[in-house]
């Protein structure tokens, strides 16, 4: 079955540096990596995803590649802000209804002031 | 979005006792719903997935008579956890698809934190 790795497991940076987190995957049939970002003792909301047709997807301070062949997808945010600091999840999934999602293990992330 | 609820948010309950925990969608026809478990800083961990009209699909390792799950509507999940042990202390995440969605997206419920005494 798919097995999602994620990393780093903690990352803290600075207030308006930027922050990566990179995924691999290992089920090349996997075509749609959502990211999650979950704050404490909350549900985790979707924050950007991106399909297997899509090298890059960006949405304001957020970013996600994609590269197929080597299996991983990576989410950038820049210009942090304190508000983002949670924990984001990455997942990776075969097609839209009624196939599982593998979730990352997680990056915490800080942004110090 | 999509909106997913669930019930309680948060429950204690003595060792030996049953808890269950429910799933709405509350816009939507859910035909499958997904549990998940996230022990404290850990990831999200499929338990299951429930089927309107049919028997839950358990993940390997997970105990299907510890964990009822019944879906007998198109719009309500319920997770019973029975004979609750301190080691199930968790928090108890539903999730379900829009079918009217086509962006694969997963919707989550609040989720339910459950403290076994």
């Known amino acids: 079955g798919e097995n999602v790795e994620q990393h780093p497991s903690t990352l803290s940076v600075q207030e308006g540096d930027s922050a990566v987190i990179k995924c691999t995957y290992s089920d090349s049939a996997s075509n749609y990596f959502p990211w999650y970002k979950q704050e404490l003792g909350k549900r985790p909301q979707l924050i950007i995803d991106i399909r297997s047709n899509v090298g890059e997807k960006k949405d304001q301070r957020i970013a996600v590649t994609l590269n197929k062949t080597a299996k991983h997808f990576s989410l950038h945010i820049t210009e942090t802000q304190p508000e983002d600091s949670a924990v984001y999840f990455c997942?990776?999934?075969?097609?839209?209804?009624?196939?599982?999602?593998?979730f990352g293990p997680g990056t915490r992330l800080s942004v110090l002031p | 979005g999509a909106v997913v609820s669930q019930h309680p948010s948060w429950v204690i309950c003595k060792s030996g006792t049953s808890v269950k925990i429910e799933c709405r969608s509350l816009?939507?026809?859910?035909?499958?719903m997904f549990w998940y478990r996230q022990f404290p800083k850990q990831s999200l961990m499929l338990m299951a997935t429930s089927n309107e009209g049919s028997k839950a699909t358990y993940e390997q390792g997970v105990e299907k008579d510890k964990f009822l799950i019944n879906h007998a509507s198109l719009t309500l999940s319920t997770l019973t956890v029975t004979s609750a042990h301190p080691e199930d202390s968790s928090f108890y995440i539903c999730s379900a698809r829009s079918p009217g969605d086509n962006t694969g997206e997963l919707f989550f419920g609040e989720g339910s934190r459950l403290t076994v005494l």
């Open positions: 816009d939507f026809q859910a035909t499958t």
């Open positions: 997942a990776a999934s075969m097609g839209n209804y009624g196939q599982n999602f593998v």
